[in-house]
């Protein structure tokens, strides 16, 4: 309780005694901690930090150091102590890609699905943007389409119009991380820039 604060207490028509719309809980140990466990753990809560917790619960109930003790209380949850960031393993600085020169040197690629399927059964957008002019190739082609497919649709549209890549950017697509790709692009002396577990946003553009 604030010093110099003055609290207005009053008796519900139930019995229950009341500071101001709050229901005031009373010293029990075991009263407290089921307000807080059902705050705090039951399935519609998915453990709250003790600043959201606390803005929850002043609007219900009230009690002396009641910040203090949900802060106390959520010290000592073991799930909301893993999740932490600084128990995490830090992501490590950003690695940036190399600095542009011409148009259709550096490409990203991406898979779009979800569609319904085509009159030639396609069901999915391959899309390959240039990082440069930002000028897009939207290739219709089917989710299932194996990598050697996937190879021969990229030398017809891509490197007979452009020419060989300096570089390609993507996301770890099992197609893409498959040994038949690397191997393509190494042949034709293109390097892959591929995202890695904690910056999967490196292809976030396509």
């Known amino acids: 309780?604030?010093?110099?604060?003055e609290m207005k207490f009053q008796v519900?028509?139930?019995?229950?005694?009341?500071?101001?719309?709050r229901l005031y809980v009373s010293n029990d140990e075991t009263v407290k901690r089921m307000v807080l466990q059902e705050a705090h753990e039951s399935k519609f809560s998915i453990h709250p930090g003790s600043t959201m917790m606390y803005q929850d619960l002043k609007h219900l109930y009230w009690w002396p150091n009641m910040e203090r003790e949900i802060a106390e209380y959520m010290s000592k949850?073991?799930?909301?102590q893993q999740v932490k960031v600084e128990h995490q393993r830090p992501a490590g600085p950003l690695q940036p890609l190399q600095i542009l020169e011409w148009k259709w040197e550096m490409?990203?690629?991406?898979?779009?699905s979800g569609f319904?399927?085509?009159?030639?059964?396609?069901?999915?957008?391959w899309v390959i943007i240039d990082q440069?002019?930002?000028?897009?190739?939207?290739?219709p082609i089917k989710m299932t389409d194996l990598v050697d497919k996937l190879?021969?649709?990229?030398?017809?549209?891509?490197v007979r119009l452009h020419g060989i890549l300096v570089s390609i950017v993507s996301d770890r697509?099992?197609?893409?991380?498959s040994r038949l790709w690397p191997s393509i692009q190494y042949a034709l002396g293109t390097r892959l820039d591929m995202s890695i577990a904690f910056h999967l946003q490196t292809d976030g553009q396509s």
Do not use: H
Not at 151 to 158: G, L, S
């Open 107 to 112: 490409i990203t690629m991406d898979f779009v």
């Open 1 to 5: 309780m604030e010093v110099g604060v």
């Open 132 to 139: 440069l002019m930002k000028s897009a190739l939207f290739l």
């Open 173 to 177: 697509d099992p197609r893409f991380t």
């Open 151 to 158: 190879a021969k649709i990229y030398i017809n549209e891509v």
């Open 12 to 21: 519900a028509d139930d019995g229950s005694l009341m500071m101001g719309q």
């Open 116 to 125: 319904p399927k085509w009159r030639k059964g396609n069901d999915t957008i």
């Open 77 to 80: 949850c073991g799930i909301c």
